[in-house]
């Protein structure tokens, strides 16, 4: 799941129309969440009436930079393991429910 939409605004602030146009075609392309899309579309008329982005892009994406790191669980800080439960388990049909 990725960032709240309250803090969309704030994080394309820094882009230019074209990165903005480029966000928007992937959003249409893959989630077409129209909240999303309206921020996007928003963003980009205001850029086109004379809005300019802001400058820096905010770096503190931790919901970025941890999927493009992989899973921060380890077999070491995984949960414990669970086991059927007495009843049976549900996904083995020679242990009906």
């Known amino acids: 799941m990725g960032p709240p939409l309250g803090t969309l605004p704030s994080r394309i602030s820094a882009l230019d129309a074209a990165g ?3 966000l928007l075609a ?3 392309a893959h989630g077409s969440r129209l909240p999303v899309l309206e921020v996007l579309r928003h963003r980009i008329t205001a850029l086109e009436q004379g809005a300019t982005p802001s400058g820096a892009i ?3 994406m931790p919901e970025v ?3 493009a790191m992989g899973s921060p669980v380890s077999p070491a ?3 414990p393991v669970i086991n ?3 009843h049976g388990d549900p ?3 020679a242990q009906p429910r």
């Open 91 to 93: 996904t083995n049909p």
């Open 26 to 28: 992937y959003e249409e």
């Open 84 to 86: 059927p439960p007495s």
């Open 65 to 67: 930079t941890r999927s």
């Open 77 to 79: 800080t995984a949960g």
């Open 58 to 60: 905010e770096q503190d």
């Open 20 to 22: 903005v146009q480029q």
